[in-house]
Every structure is written in C-alpha cells, then in structure tokens.
C-alpha cells in the first residue's frame, strides 16, 4: 500500500513535469519544426533558438515589463497581506469571519472575468490600461494569497510573546521590531516569493489589463495561437527556468536565516 | 455643565485595531474587485452597441443570454459540467497523493510539495502548450511510440477529451494544497484510536479522515470548479475550438463580436454561479480551524 | 520557611475592590489585598477561581472594571505594563524563539537603551544567579530543557530589575522532581535577593514549601490568607480546608440539645461558636486515632477495617462507621489491623474545626 501510494504519487509528479520537459526539448532543437525523436542524436540540437530570443529586442522590453510588474507587486502585497493577514488571524474583532470570507472571495473568480471587469472599470474611469493597470489587477487576486501564506505564520504565533514584551518595558515599536517582525519574518518571506512568481507567470489578468504594454506569457500566448515557433517553447523555458532560480535562491536564503537565528 | 462622555461611547468612535489592520486590503478590494464587479453589472444592462455602462437599464443582453436558440445556455451546460468533471477527476487523484505527502515523506514531504507548488509558477500556457508538444503528430508519444515500433500515437489533439485533461492538470494543485491542509487536521491518534476498535480501512476513511478533514477538502472543490469554470486556455490550445466554454465566448464578445453588454452579461452570469456556491460554502467552514490547525 | 516573612506593615502593592469580567461574567468580584515589602505570596485556587486574570490585572495587561492597584501607596490602575516596575513569568514563560538565551535575558536592557558591553555582564550574573551554564549564551532557546528554559525566563525577569515579581504557574509543564528542586531554588533565590514574589499556582505543595503566605483564591474572592501553618489549622471555611488536604466531614444541625447528625451529638470544641442553624465538624485524617483496648477518647465510634493502602510516608486507612467512609492516617511502622477487622476510632474535640455551613 505504501510502495504503491509512493508509486502513485511519483507517477503524478512526472505527468506534472512532462510537458514541461517537452518544452524544453522543443526549444534545444534545432529544426524550424519539431521533430521527435531527432533523427540525428548528436548533431541536432542546438542554442539557436534561445540566442534569437536572448537576442531579441522585443523580448528584453517584455522581461522588463514582467520584471517590473511583479516587483511593484511584491512589494505591495507584502505590505496589504501583512496588515490583512493581523486581521484574518490576530485580532479578534467583530467583523473577522466577515473579512475572512471577503479575502477568500476573489481566489474563487475566474481570473479572466476578473480581469475583463477591470479593464471595464479603467475604462469607466478613463484609466489607460498599462503596466500600473496590470499591478492593480494581480495586486487582487495575489494580495489574498499573500494574506493566507502570512495568515497561516501568524496563527502559530503566542500572543504572550508581545505581552512579555510589553511586561518588560519594550514599547509599542521596540515589540513590532523585535518581536512581531522577526516571528513572521518567515511567512512574510514566502509570501513576497509567492507575489513575485504568481505575478511574473500571470497571463488571464495581464491579457486584458496590461494594454499596450506586453508581457511574457501575454506574448507566448499570442505566438501560440499564431502558429509554431520554436521561440516560444525557448522562451517559456527560460521562463521557467528563470523562475526555478528565484525560487531556489528564496529557499537558500530563508534557510539561511533560520540557521543564523 | 457638560457631562464627559461615557468611556463606552468613546472607545466606539476609535476603530477597532482588526478593521484598522484591515482597512488597506478592504479598500484594495473595494477599488479593484467590487467597482469593477459593479462596472460589468451596469453594462449588462446598457443597451446593444454600448461600450461604456450607459443609463438603462436595458435588459436585451440578459434576454439573449437565456435564448436557447442562441446556444449560449448550451455553452453555460458545456462549461460547468467539464468543471464537475476536473473536480470529481482531481479529488481521486488528489486524495491518495495528499495522503501520501502528509504521512508518506516523512522529511522529503517539503520537497515532493515544493515540487507539486512549482508549476503554479510557470504560465498555464506555456505547459498546456508542452501538453501539444507532447500530443502532436511526431511529438514526444507518437515520436517516442514510433521509433519503439508500436506504430502511430494515438490521436488525442483537438478533442473535448484533450481539453478535460488540460484543465485537471492546470487545477490539480488548488485541490492537492487544501486537501493537505485538510488532512492535516485529522489528528493522528483518532485514526489509531479507530483501528483498535476494530473499524476497517475503508470504515475509518468513510467515518473518521474524510468528516474531519472536510473543511479542506470543500475548499479545495469550490477552488478547482470556480476555477475551471472560467477555463480559456485549455479549450484554446489542446481542445482547439472542438469545445467553446463560456470564458472564450466572453473573450469573443469584447473581441470579435463587439458586443460589451452581451460580454458583461455572461461573465456576470458566471461571477453570480460560482459566487454564490463560494459564499455558500465559505459560510460553512471554520477557516481558523483549518488554517490555524486548532482542533 | 513559614514564620510570617519579612514583618514590615507598609504594603509594597495594595488591591482595593478589584473587579474585572469577561463578557458580562465576573471573574474577579472584589479583591483586596496587602502584598508586604519582600515577602513571597502564593495565590493558590482550582481552575476557573480567577488566579491568572488576577495576575494579568497586577501585571498591566487587562484593565480592572472596578478598583485600585496601588504602588507604595501611589496609584497604577491605569499604567501600561511597559510603565509598571513589575514583571511576570508566563505560564508558557513567552521566550522569544528567535533570540539566543543571551538576546532574551539582555532584551529589558536593551530596549531601555543600556550598552552592549554592559548587557553583557548583566546577562552573565544573572545566568550565574539563576544558575545557569555561562556557555548557554549563544544557545538557541529551542535547544533548551524545560528546566533549563525557566531558568532563563527569570533571568529575563530579574534584568528587568522589578519591584515584584509574578509568577503564573511557570513550573506546572515540569515533571515533579524536578518541579520540587526548582520550587525551592526559587525560594532559596527570593529571599537571597529580597524582591517581593506573587506566585500563582494550583498546587498546594508546590506553594507550601516556598511561601510566606498563602492566600486561598474562590471563585473570583480571597477565602483567606495567612501562614501555610494558620491556613492548615484554621481554615475559615471548608473550602479551604479542603484546599488543604483530606478531611472527614460531620454535617450538622443545631436544635435544642446543641448540635447533632441525626441524633449522634459528637463532643464539640468548647469555645466554638457558630451563629445560624447549619455547621461542619471538620477532623484531619491524622487527628483521628484507633483506641487500644481500654483506651478512651471523647468521642469514639465502632468501625469496620475497608482498605489500607501505603501512601510513603503514612498508610490511609477507609472504614466504615455510621454508614460511611472515615479516612484515619497511620505513621509507617505501626501495627495496623487487617481489612475486615472491627476496632474503635476516636478523636479529640480540641481537633475538631467547627464551621458555619
């Protein structure tokens, strides 16, 4: 039974990652079109494709763009899902289990309505869409991701820690910086890995809300339905690659910290 | 001869430290989800032609959303039932796969789930469109099937089939994540407790794990059929048109079609369907319990 | 241990009609109370009496409804904890799990402002005081003992240098050894260093050997306070009596003969005197004896050996007379009758507690 969960659970894994190695497989060929298996093993592979892409001016401005998106919108998820996050868990005020519910609301949308509704509301507004109309709309769907991530760290925190504090003389900012901050750091952490990935790959909310500015996954999109280009397997994996790294360096450094601390 | 106020009504104007803390992500909400929320309400009910809420109220969009000579109610069918279908598909999957990373890995478990979290990163596009390189005609099945002789791949591309998958594989970590949550909250000595009393594998899960770890489990179904219910990419680049679902109409309302009201009605439609089971099924879950893992 | 403690009259803190609740459900109805200059206090009382939100009131963290807490005679009801020169130990100690043991003793210093270096030394005699292992320094408090982490905990406390120190049962997590060997350094370090300790616990024992006084918490209200040796022979009530161990219990009514259960008129202490119709003969299960043959007592009654089980340092034995059960404790070593046997008990009226019912 074990062996045979394990098995299953291995099997799962590697469906998951399946299409992701093809993609891989696809961008490192060197024809126009792919081809599997190559026919020639050794010679038939090649960078090619990801030097045209690296090389390619209209991607560097769709990097940045994402790049950019997703930094102003970690740094103010942190912000909204730190104060969001006392509210769902710390405080016990009258309108919690109404908050609660309230975060959790826009995770259960569809995200291209959501992002067809802001769009509608910009316009209303007389807001050209851009990449700041983009921030805004990841800002809702990933501020209640942020907000449970850091939740969940906030739960397994005593608030007798802030009383002792308190007790022994530290006020109220001396507690917020040597207490409260330190015990979420690690939740607040994830949280911002959290923003930075979900933003960087978002494609439904950016489709409708980024306008003329272009992101990744907005142009693999367009390029996919288009028709084939290696290009496009080339650059989502670049992407993902890309991803991989800023996670594994976000998991380096939190240990890290967890070992000095 | 002014009274002071008494100290009650006092502390009553000064808000409290909870609606204070949550004040920003009140407003984030009020400014980019209610008003535009109410944005698309206003302009399901603007006349045809109109391209920003226009006084009314004018319901021909909502008439023709209910026509089912228009087949948009067919489409309606079309996309709730693939969504049923990801959620029966993933909760027996993702039922034996969490139970394995909450009592299987003992200290790889964190690795086996940053492994499962991965792909949320990655653009659903870029690995349904891996799916179509793995599907296609000389691809990575019928490549590989070809070249160990058993003949052509078989010919999964462009089916209703196809596009059922991609969405089971897009959705499988917003089930897997909360049923882990869930089956967390069944503590262990409950389980040991029922099988000294002589219950039966299947008893103990029917009777102990599955009650007690509802309130994951529920989560992770409202997640995953909300979701799937407002699936695009999926129909677009593996089902390849063999099935329209209501995120494409919408799409092609504001696109090709011009049709704004039209547009706002259905997604409005949609918003109100999975809103309501939403509201309906948060209402009943204790979200400290199964966050805060008090038990 | 036990002689009234340190005599000086001026209370260093003073509770006058404290009152707090919860929801509309008092929980402190009306406390008052003279903590002296240097003397450690135990609250003791069961579960839900109040003993933690009585602390939390004296500590600054819940605001009495009603009432004064005073400082040297100066008033603090409305301080903020930072601002009270007092500190107490959590029941769960609140050790901040990110610091080192050396990062929470020097946290009181260092949020007032006191250099590095001098935090340091501060830190070291306290660990030396509290008996720790200089090279715990740099240990992360997860590494820790329990014993070893209550240890710091009160070295956090004292660098706080209060003016009294609260304790809310920090000791209840550890096993009973070493509960015990803590409990008296505890004692031993109070006196050395002369702060006033208010020490909150529900066990009896624990606050036995370490306080000066006792004061016996019910439901919100002080039963009564005094010496453990005062509490244990002259309970005011039998709750607190009761609070003090076991008891064989004759309930009484009054008519015109004096008092009586159903008619049996137990010899009574002389000098008691109760007011209303109901009263409690109250006798210790060592004040009872079994008579030897010709032997007399005031009161004596015809008993049926139940059981006799060894309990360290004394045997409890249960028999049966009057239709029930009298406990009756016997030194080791004494010959005891077999279960089964018939003998006579008897007692003095000099250890009866009468009290009002």
């Not at chain 1, 590697?14 to 190695?21: E, G, S």
């Not at chain 1, 994830?190 to 990935?197: D, I, R, T, V």
């Not at chain 2, 994951?216 to 699936?231: D, E, Q, S, V, Y």
Request: a positive charge; charged letters at 15%; one cysteine or more.
């Amino acid at each position: 039974m074990r062996g045979l969960l394990r098995g299953w659970t291995l099997a799962v894994l590697a469906l998951v990652y399946l299409p992701i190695l093809a993609g891989a497989l696809a961008g490192l060929s060197r024809s126009r079109y792919f081809l599997f298996p190559p026919r020639d093993w050794a010679r038939d592979w090649s960078l090619d494709w990801w030097a045209k892409v690296a090389g390619a001016l209209e991607i560097r401005a769709l990097v940045a763009n994402s790049l950019l998106i997703a930094a102003v919108v970690t740094v103010l998820a942190v912000g909204f899902g730190l104060c969001g996050a006392l509210a769902f868990a710390r405080h016990g005020w009258r309108g919690r289990r109404w908050f609660q519910r309230l975060v959790l609301l826009p995770l259960c949308f569809p995200q291209p309505v959501l992002g067809l509704a802001a769009l509608m509301w910009f316009d209303t507004l007389g807001i050209g869409t851009g990449w700041r109309t983009a921030a805004v709309a990841h800002l809702v769907w990933i501020v209640p991701v942020v907000t449970l991530v850091i939740a969940i760290r906030v739960y397994g925190f005593d608030p007798a820690l802030e009383e002792a504090a308190a007790d022994l003389g530290a006020s109220r900012l001396a507690i917020w910086r040597e207490v409260t901050l330190p015990m979420l750091w690690p939740g607040i952490w994830s949280g911002a890995l959290f923003a930075f990935l979900l933003s960087w790959g978002n494609f439904p909310l950016s489709l409708y809300t980024a306008g003329a500015d272009g992101t990744v996954p907005k142009w693999l999109y367009a390029k996919m339905v288009a028709g084939y280009s290696p290009m496009v397997p080339a650059l989502g994996t670049m992407s993902t690659i890309a991803a991989a790294l800023v996670l594994g360096a976000g998991a380096a450094v939190a240990r890290l910290a967890r070992g000095r601390g | 001869m002014a009274a002071p106020p008494p100290a009650r009504s006092r502390r009553r104007r000064r808000l409290s430290p909870g609606l204070r803390a949550a004040a920003p992500v009140l407003a984030l909400l009020a400014f980019g989800f209610a008003a535009p929320l109410a944005t698309v309400a206003a302009m399901s009910v603007s006349p045809p032609g109109s391209f920003a809420p226009a006084p009314g109220p004018d319901l021909q969009a909502w008439a023709r959303l209910v026509d089912p000579a228009g087949g948009l109610p067919g489409s309606f069918a079309v996309t709730l039932g693939l969504a049923a279908a990801t959620v029966a598909a993933l909760l027996a999957i993702c039922l034996p796969l969490a139970h394995a990373l909450v009592h299987l890995f003992g200290r790889w478990s964190g690795l086996v789930s940053t492994l499962f979290v991965f792909p949320l990163f990655v653009s659903e596009n870029v690995r349904l469109y891996g799916w179509a390189l793995v599907l296609l005609k000389n691809g990575l099945l019928d490549g590989t099937m070809k070249a160990l002789g058993l003949g052509p791949g078989p010919d999964w591309l462009f089916t209703p089939a196809i596009t059922l998958a991609g969405m089971i594989y897009v959705h499988l970590p917003f089930m897997l994540f909360p049923v882990v949550l869930g089956l967390s909250l069944v503590p262990r000595e409950t389980v040991e407790a029922a099988r000294d009393l002589g219950a039966s594998r299947a008893r103990i899960w029917a009777e102990i794990v599955l009650p007690l770890a509802s309130p994951g489990i529920l989560i992770g179904m409202l997640l995953t059929f909300t979701l799937a219910a407002g699936a695009l990419a999926e129909a677009r680049i593996l089902g390849g048109q063999s099935v329209i679902p209501v995120a494409q109409e919408i799409e092609t309302a504001f696109s090709y079609a011009q049709d704004w009201p039209g547009g706002a009605a259905m997604a409005l439609a949609l918003v109100l369907i999975t809103g309501a089971l939403a509201l309906a099924l948060l209402a009943a879950i204790d979200l400290d319990r199964l966050l805060g893992r008090r038990r | 241990m036990t002689e009234g403690g340190p005599a000086a009259p001026a209370p260093v803190l003073e509770l006058r009609g404290l009152v707090k609740g919860f929801d509309g459900i008092p929980v402190i109805r009306g406390i008052d109370l003279a903590i002296r200059e240097g003397e450690f206090l135990s609250v003791v009382g069961p579960s839900g009496s109040g003993k933690s939100t009585l602390l939390r009131l004296l500590a600054g963290l819940e605001r009495p409804d009603a009432g004064e807490i005073l400082l040297r005679e100066r008033v603090m009801t409305c301080l903020t904890p930072q601002e009270r020169p007092t500190c107490l130990v959590f029941q769960s100690l609140a050790l901040f799990p990110h610091k080192s043991v050396g990062g929470n003793i020097e946290f009181p210093l260092k949020v007032r402002g006191v250099p590095g270096r001098a935090r340091r030394d501060r830190a070291r005699a306290l660990m030396a005081l509290v008996q720790l292992d200089p090279a715990y320094y740099r240990r992360n408090i997860r590494a820790l003992s329990g014993g070893e982490r209550q240890r710091v905990a009160l070295a956090r406390a004292l660098a706080y240098d209060p003016e009294v120190l609260f304790f809310d049962e920090p000791l209840s997590a550890l096993d009973q050894r070493l509960r015990r060997s803590l409990g008296a350094e505890l004692a031993a370090l109070q006196r050395a260093t002369g702060k006033t300790f208010v020490y909150i616990t529900h066990a009896l024992d624990e606050a036995m050997g370490m306080s000066h006084r006792i004061a016996v918490l019910n439901a919100g209200r002080i039963a009564q306070i005094g010496t453990p040796d005062e509490l244990y022979a002259q309970p005011v009530d039998r709750f607190v009596a009761e609070t003090f161990g076991a008891l064989n219990v004759i309930a009484l009514t009054r008519d015109a003969g004096g008092w009586h259960e159903d008619g049996w008129r137990p010899v009574l202490p002389p000098d008691a005197q109760i007011a209303g119709e109901a009263a409690v003969a109250m006798i210790r299960p060592e004040a009872l004896r079994l008579l030897g043959p010709g032997e007399t007592a005031a009161n004596r009654l015809e008993a049926e050996v139940m059981s006799d089980r060894g309990l360290g340092a004394h045997h409890r034995l249960e028999l049966r007379a009057r239709g029930r059960v009298w406990l009756l404790d016997l030194p080791r070593g004494v010959p005891r009758p077999a279960p089964g046997a018939t003998v006579a008990l008897g007692w003095d009226p000099a250890d009866t507690i009468l009290r009002a019912r």
